[in-house]
């Protein structure tokens, strides 16, 4: 369904007195999204896993004509916002989307609650601790709305996503006036309209994915770096993960689009931009009327005068010789590719569907390194994921050091429902799953320890972000390998790129000086 069927579909669904009674002798836990629908009378959505995971041949649109309604556009006069962002960076940037809707209807921000008349908590679905946090959160807010009865608790994001989690809220957690998922954030001004006037639970999730809509609002975090969606969804399915459900297909913006967004950062004086996605490297797999893919986009960035342009997440899958190609020009595309591997087994990866071998991918990395000496490396793995043996385990560790990442985000593999793993029989016990996860994390210290090491008395560039959250006498900033640097300086420099000599390192951090005027420069 496209935006245009969409905005001629009615939005109020009224749940029939027929649907009412045989929901009625349902115990509570087997009563779905649908049974309660009765109770709130609300503009409701439910989400549909099986929808979610299909994927159509539709067209998807672009839109340029996102306007606030006009009767909302002062609504939020004299009011407060706060959103809570659990989660990856496509979270980060969707705040920064809401945020900026809100501001257009009159809403100031806030990051005190006590103050807030609306609070979001924009979540995340990808492991079960994210999901625990939120769901704590809920708990936590209970008795501001019980003080404020006017107080409008959202919750958005990838929970939404999912029927049991809309269930769940529903039966347990009153307080929250509007579920709304990652397809609908364009709705927002609507959504707010519903609830505040209706006083009812709003529930409205879309679990196929909407069209594109270009021109939304966005209240950026910062002016120094910044965040831009090159595509929406991911067609990978890995078995254990959540995502193509909660995020729709993929859908990639149109080149002229992103580009013109970047130029415009760059003119604003950004000094960095991330292209994200939950997969780059299938951008522009969808276009049917243009040739253009992101070694493609990568090569426009190239051209473009912002001094760094970064990019996650890949997916070695489709990290194809042209991107490797252009990525060696250099210049303001910076030498850290993050290249999620999950696991060093060639079984375990055919289990998760990630379509690579442990051999493929050490030869895709034995070709970027060839092609970019000096490019640094960083992954994501899984431990414990079903049935995983000691030795499937023990060829993570050895890949970790083969490869030589300088960091990995590491995590238990956490059974998502509706993911295909998640059915799965699983015969780790989590004591063992832990000590796996001790274990890798030593290693991935270690090794990020001696790459450290390494820039001992060398001079790197860094990107000055502002003081250091532990002292504010400190400033703080990355490197082109995206590595934090604390140094003393003016903060006259705060936003731009200077050198800074490394006088001690530590596991996940470097300490420097000032350099006024520079001899050697290393990255
Ligand atoms: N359990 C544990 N980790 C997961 N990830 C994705 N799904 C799961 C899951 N079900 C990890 C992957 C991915 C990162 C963003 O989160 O490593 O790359
Ligand atoms: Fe999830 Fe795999 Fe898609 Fe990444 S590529 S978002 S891990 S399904």
């Known amino acids: 369904m496209n935006e245009k069927q969409r905005k001629e579909q009615a939005q109020i669904k009224q749940v029939s007195s027929v649907d009412r009674k045989s929901s009625q002798d349902k115990p509570l836990s087997e009563k779905t999204t649908e049974d309660f629908a009765h109770y709130f009378q609300t503009t409701y959505t439910p989400p549909d896993i099986k929808k ?37 960076q496509m979270n980060e ?61 959202g919750v958005c994001g990838c929970m939404s996503q999912q029927e049991s989690v809309v269930n769940r809220i529903m039966q347990k957690h009153q307080q929250v006036d509007l579920i709304f998922g990652t397809h609908n954030i364009h709705r927002l001004p609507d959504l707010i309209k519903e609830a505040m006037f209706s006083k009812v639970q709003v529930v409205e999730v879309w679990s196929k994915e909407g069209d594109i809509i270009e021109n939304l609002p966005k209240v950026r975090h910062g002016q120094i770096k910044a965040w831009v969606n090159i595509m929406y969804g991911c067609d990978k399915f890995c078995t254990y993960c959540i995502v193509p459900m909660t995020r729709g297909k993929e859908r990639s913006r149109r ?165 295909p793993a998640a059915v799965k029989k699983d015969d780790v016990p989590m004591e063992v799953k832990k000590e796996r996860l001790y274990r890798l994390n030593d290693l991935v210290n270690k090794q990020s320890a001696e790459s450290m090491d390494a820039y001992e008395g060398k001079v790197v560039k860094v990107l000055v972000e502002g003081e250091s959250k532990k002292d504010e006498t400190v400033l703080a900033g990355y490197t082109e390998k995206n590595k934090v640097v604390n140094f003393k300086g003016p903060k006259s420099i705060i936003g731009k790129i200077v050198d800074v000599k490394i006088t001690d390192t530590k596991t996940w951090s470097l300490n420097g000086e000032l350099v006024e005027k520079t001899a050697e420069v290393s990255n």
Do not use: W
Request: proline share 4%.
């Open 52 to 88: 979610a995971r299909k994927r159509g041949r539709d067209k998807i649109e672009v839109h340029y004509d996102f306007e606030i309604p006009e009767e909302m556009s002062k609504i939020g006069k004299g009011k407060k916002f706060l959103i809570r962002t659990y989660g990856c």
């Open 93 to 153: 940037h969707d705040t920064e989307v809401m945020a900026g809707i809100l501001s257009e209807m009159g809403y100031e921000s806030t990051l005190d609650a006590d103050d807030a008349d609306i609070i979001l908590l924009n979540t995340c679905a990808i492991r079960e601790n994210a999901e625990n946090k939120v769901f704590g959160e809920l708990g936590h807010l209970k008795p501001l709305k019980l003080e404020k009865p006017d107080l409008i608790i």
């Open 255 to 419: 080149p002229e689009d992103i580009i013109r967004e970047v130029r415009h950062l760059a003119a604003q004086g950004y000094q960095e931009v991330t292209l994200l996605g939950q997969n780059v490297n299938a951008y522009g797999k969808d276009f049917d009327d243009i040739e253009y893919r992101f070694a493609d986009l990568m090569n426009d960035m190239h051209k473009i005068d912002i001094p760094r342009v970064r990019f996650t997440t890949s997916h070695p899958r489709d990290f194809d010789d042209h991107l490797i190609e252009v990525l060696a020009k250099g210049g303001n595309l910076l030498d850290h590719i993050h290249l999620p591997v999950q696991s060093g087994s060639s079984e375990i990866l055919r289990k998760m569907n990630r379509k690579y071998t442990r051999e493929s991918y050490l030869e895709l990395v034995a070709k970027i390194k060839k092609a970019i000496p000096n490019v640094t490396l960083t992954t994501d793995i899984i431990v414990g994921f079903p049935n995983e043996t000691d030795e499937q385990f023990e060829e993570t560790m050895t890949l970790m050091e083969e490869v030589g990442f300088e960091a990995a985000y590491t995590f238990i593999y956490s059974p998502r429902e509706g993911t």
